[in-house]
């Protein structure tokens, strides 16, 4: 039972990983290639040379990550080098049949829009798969490294990385105006990706103000596995004492907290706030 449901687990996280190639491809092939913008890394890198031999960057892309993919191998561990094998493959394939349809002609002519689509595809495409344990080669095994040891952003750290790739299309077509677009391509992505990585991992504080806390308290712990905390307060208005909770729990799961509060007590009063980070068992792992 446990190795069917771990092949589920895996093939839908395949095909997620797949779906999301596609639309990265797609986002640089499409939008960002045809109009002459760079997004960074070594599909940048890829990029510069086709733009400049005309060997296609799917073929360039599958050579250029070879040193990277034997380093992910020894820090990485295997299991992230054969899901991101598996996305170079099948990147490189993507890359390599879009660009053959669409050639040097964009989907939109607006190089504004292609900007703005190109890069937020390709940022929430990054995200995805990076929450999926895999990533897109190149610059993103570098950008893993990094992050598994210090609490840095992606979206930052691509950003840094990705500036002195997309610097380099001025020496190529020699224009400022291609070079803003290519900056703009990046801060999108970066954004749009660090958005994709985080959403799933904000956290909000709640402080709930009811009669019935430790009822409350008991289904949170029950039905939710999460902890709370009792806070004695004096409600100023009538001069009572009651039992404030405090709770930390994932956004994605306030809804089914104050579900739970308002079946218990529908005057209850609940404040919600959200916080920046979280650490601790249940949460994120403080990092050196």
Known sequence: MKQTKSFWRDFRSYVIVTISL???SLGWTGFLIPN?????GVNGIATIIYWLTGISTGVMIFALNG??????IKSLGWKFSIRT????VVMSIFFSVLQNYFGDTPLIADKFLSATLGAGLSGVSIGIIFLQGSSTGGTDIIIMLINKYRNITLGRLTL????VVVSCSYLVFKDIETLIYSYVVLMISSYTMDLTMTGNKQSVQM??????AHVIADRIGNE???????IKGVGWYNKTESDILMVVVRKTESQQLIRIVKQEDEKAFVSVNTVMGVYGKGFDVMKK
């Open 36 to 40: 002459h913008m760079l997004g960074g």
């Open 224 to 230: 939710m596995q999460r902890g709370a905390t009792f």
């Open 85 to 88: 094998i598996y996305s170079i």
């Open 22 to 24: 596609f639309f990265f």
């Open 207 to 212: 402080f709930i103000f009811s009669s019935k």
């Open 160 to 163: 840094l990385i990705n500036v």
């Open 67 to 72: 040193i990277l993919i034997l380093l992910s």
